[in-house]
């Protein structure tokens, strides 16, 4: 059972992602800059990422649908984000520069 489960999972992320990717860009979440390949996500309404900036190679499609609850998100904190089934309501280790509209 919980193989099926974990399939069932995947395949409502998929349909979130279909359905979310229709809305426009919203946001545009900045990360301090300390080497890394992704510096900016952009978001729509509902915290799905839609893009990544700079996208290089793997890092771009890594992160899309992803979900960055704009509205709990402090800035100067850790940016928050799940990606199921890579990332359960993790945080990824760069704090949020800014968030603003785009």
Do not use: W
Request: hydrophobic residues 35%; negative net charge.
């Amino acid at each position: 059972m919980p193989y099926r489960n974990n399939y069932l999972n995947r395949q409502r992320h998929k349909l979130f992602y279909i359905v979310s990717s229709a809305n426009q860009a919203r946001f545009k979440v900045s990360l301090e800059d300390k080497g890394q390949d992704l510096l900016h996500f952009i978001t729509d309404d509902d915290g799905v990422v839609l893009e990544v900036k700079p996208s290089f190679g793997i890092q771009s499609e890594l992160y899309k649908g992803a979900i960055i609850p704009i509205d709990l998100q402090v800035i100067g904190e850790r940016c928050m984000i799940h990606h199921p089934p890579h990332i359960e309501f993790g945080y990824l280790k760069y704090n949020v520069e800014s968030i603003t509209d785009v």
